[in-house]
């Protein structure tokens, strides 16, 4: 079966900027697929081309094993809930919500059932008669959804839609989401620079650097094994370990990296089992998040993080000198060169 | 401890800042009082005298004002004479919007949509250009313009359309012996001096439609004709209705235009210019100036009933 989305070495130029440069992806049917990177990395000039606002300089997109280029957004089986929402000001919420059908000249009674329907689905039911102005964010923002699923979308494309909600929120509409996903089964690509939300939304995760694609992963491929610097930074935070400062504390000579999560905070006395790996230094940062404390120690000019649960690191503080202990195998090597 | 958490301030400015941010609302009536009594009083004083006088009416042998309140001078309003003179203005008003704003809405879309840096800056200079010269001097040019022995008359020889133009000339009410002696004339030179004032406020209302809407309509499914009817011009029409409120009003009124550039028969602007100079008959004239505010009052009306603000 055809991949839903497919990229062949695509290319995408504004003047001398490569925005999206020799990606090659393919998307399955039925993935929550999400598109992660820093802002300008590409991401959304991809769901752009995909959506068909954008057509590629270089290189081939499929939709459903069928060319997209040249094919104008109208024409396309694929729907966008956009960043800012999009929703039209002179519309109510209804019409807004009908307005694909209505294009479509579908009965003007069996559209505004549909429309009820799709609005009780983002649980707006009875919100048809309001404007759009006077709708809260997350509000408008499940209206911009009900609005593009109620077409039918054999893929649903997100432009970072719940960047614009505060937090309780958002893990609320993440959630949503990802139960609708699982409801209607059509493919969701998703395009946000919240590494958290992808991680805990996304079946596949695709990180974005430059305008590339710099590794496609499950959540815990990209978590646990990242293959760049790149990623074992933006992916979560990661202490990157130097070639040489890796192969003195029970690694490869390689670019390591080394979860804060994975080290505890020891006295200098504690025993050192072989499978581990220690590292001597003084505290000089203490952040305590609740949950977890995090150390910053520092010996010889290299700095570590550690992360370790609020009362294990209770006896520690500023300018103490501590040990820290990883398991070997939490030593990622990296493939970026030394 | 002599020191206090304030700073010293004595100054009168000083002071009069204080008091002004302490009381915000204060700050809004000074700053609104000087123009709210030149309207109050100058503006609307005037306009209510004039509403006064057109409820009197002139005695026919004395030619005096006579000042009693009567409905007769509005009766006169709809006498065959004056009644033509109605229709005209307003049809010729009509005719002038539809025509600019059919005219200004692509130059509008074009300068919110494409033009950037110079180009914007070229557009802006282009619309407001004409503006910067004298409305006489423009008129006296169109009428150089228009005349028999004119540029156009030329410029059909040159391209053996003398024919068609005299077919033209030769239609019956809006012809003439020559175009600035006929209606199409007048209807030119209305549509080229107001039609930056059309062109401005649908620029305006086109700037604020932002591309996504455009994008969330071809997303949905929308081809560009779609598009334009559902999403691009009622967003639009507060534009349009704004801009035809200026090139209607301003039709309406004016009596330099079809003076210069038309036939001998009257628009309102010249009854009105003639009634209250040479016949003296003020009454008459006032309510000759009330008949496009009663239009135009009920133009908004009825944009307003039919949903063409909802937007703002």
């Given at each position: 079966m055809a991949p839903a989305v497919r990229f062949v070495n695509v290319s995408r130029h504004f003047g001398l900027i490569r925005a999206v440069d020799d990606v090659t992806l393919d998307i399955a049917e039925g993935e929550f697929f999400a598109m992660l990177g820093p802002s300008g990395s590409g991401k959304t000039t991809c769901l752009r081309l995909i959506a068909g606002f954008e057509q590629p300089d270089e290189g081939h997109i499929e939709i459903f094993g069928e060319t997209a280029e040249g094919v104008p957004p109208y024409k396309r089986n694929v729907n966008t809930v956009f960043q800012d929402y999009a929703l039209f000001p002179h519309l109510t919420v209804g019409e807004n919500v009908a307005?694909?059908?209505?294009?479509?000249?579908?009965?003007?009674?069996?559209?505004?059932?549909?429309?009820?329907?799709?609005?009780?689905?983002?649980?707006?039911?009875?919100?048809?008669?309001?404007?759009?102005?006077?709708?809260?964010?997350?509000?408008?923002?499940?209206?911009?959804?009900?609005?593009?699923?109620?077409?039918?979308?054999?893929?649903l494309l997100l432009d970072e839609p719940l960047g614009a909600l505060d937090l309780k929120l958002r893990e609320q509409m993440q959630e949503e989401l990802k139960a609708l996903q699982d409801d209607l089964g059509i493919t969701f690509v998703f395009v946000t620079h919240d590494q958290g939300e992808a991680l805990s939304m996304a079946d596949r995760v695709a990180i974005f650097n430059d305008g590339r694609i710099v590794q496609v992963g499950s959540p815990t491929e990209v978590y646990e094994k990242p293959q760049s610097r790149f990623v074992?930074?933006?992916?979560?935070?990661?202490?990157?370990?130097?070639?040489?400062?890796?192969?003195?504390?029970?690694?490869?000579?390689?670019?390591?990296?080394?979860?804060?999560?994975?080290?505890?905070?020891?006295?200098?006395?504690?025993?050192?089992k072989p499978s581990q790996a220690h590292f001597d230094?003084?505290?000089?940062?203490?952040?305590?998040?609740?949950?977890?404390?995090?150390?910053?120690?520092?010996?010889?000019?290299?700095?570590?993080?550690?992360?370790?649960?609020?009362?294990?690191?209770?006896?520690?503080?500023?300018?103490?000198r501590v040990r820290l202990i990883w398991p070997k195998s939490a030593m990622v090597a990296l493939e970026d060169a030394p | 401890m002599s020191q206090t958490v304030t700073a010293e301030r004595d100054g009168l400015f000083d002071r009069l800042s204080d008091l002004f941010v302490a009381r915000p609302k204060l700050l809004t009536f000074v700053l609104l009082l000087p123009p709210l009594l030149w309207i109050g009083i100058v503006y609307v004083g005037s306009l209510f005298a004039l509403l006064l006088q057109s409820f009197y009416s002139l005695d026919d042998f004395s030619g005096l004002v006579v000042h009693e309140f009567t409905l007769s001078t509005y009766a006169e309003l709809f006498e065959p004479a004056n009644l033509q003179i109605i229709l005209r203005t307003v049809l010729m008003a009509t005719m002038v919007t539809i025509t600019c704003a059919i005219i200004a809405f692509p130059i509008a879309y074009y300068a919110a949509r494409y033009a950037r840096g110079w180009t914007k800056a070229l557009f802006y200079l282009a619309v407001m250009m004409p503006l910067w010269s004298s409305y006489l001097v423009k008129i006296y040019a169109w009428k150089l313009i228009l005349a028999k022995e004119g540029i156009i008359t030329w410029f059909a020889e040159l391209l053996h359309l003398t024919l068609p133009l005299n077919w033209i000339l030769a239609l019956p009410v809006v012809g003439g012996p020559s175009l600035s002696f006929s209606y199409i004339g007048t209807y030119l030179v209305f549509v080229y001096i107001w039609i930056p004032y059309m062109i401005l406020p649908i620029q305006a209302a086109l700037e604020r439609v932002p591309v996504n809407y455009i994008e969330a309509s071809a997303d949905l499914g929308a081809d560009p004709r779609q598009t334009f009817w559902t999403v691009i011009f009622p967003l639009?029409?507060?534009?349009?209705?704004?801009?035809?409120?200026?090139?209607?009003?301003?039709?309406?009124?004016?009596?330099?235009?079809?003076?210069?550039?038309?036939?001998?028969?009257?628009?309102?602007?010249?009854?009105?210019?003639?009634?209250?100079?040479?016949?003296?008959?003020?009454?008459?004239?006032?309510?000759?100036?009330?008949?496009?505010?009663?239009?135009?009052?009920?133009?908004?009306w009825m944009a307003k009933r039919m949903g063409a603000f909802d937007v703002l």
């Open positions: 307005y694909g059908l209505r294009i479509k000249h579908v009965g003007k009674a069996e559209r505004e059932h549909k429309a009820r329907d799709a609005l009780a689905m983002v649980k707006l039911a009875g919100y048809d008669d309001r404007r759009p102005a006077q709708l809260s964010g997350g509000q408008r923002q499940r209206v911009a959804l009900a609005r593009a699923l109620v077409n039918g979308p054999k893929v074992a930074d933006f992916v979560g935070s990661s202490n990157l370990l130097a070639p040489a400062i890796a192969a003195s504390h029970g690694g490869t000579a390689k670019w390591t990296s080394l979860r804060p999560e994975k080290v505890g905070v020891f006295k200098v006395d504690t025993e050192v230094g003084e505290i000089k940062m203490v952040g305590y998040q609740g949950a977890v404390t995090r150390f910053g120690v520092e010996a010889e000019g290299v700095r570590l993080s550690a992360e370790v649960p609020a009362e294990a690191g209770a006896g520690f503080d500023q300018g103490d | 639009a029409l507060p534009g349009i209705i704004a801009g035809s409120i200026f090139t209607f009003s301003l039709t309406l009124g004016d009596y330099i235009v079809p003076t210069i550039v038309g036939n001998s028969r009257l628009m309102i602007g010249q009854a009105v210019y003639t009634l209250q100079g040479t016949a003296g008959n003020i009454p008459l004239a006032a309510a000759f100036t009330v008949v496009p505010m009663v239009i135009m009052a009920f133009y908004l």
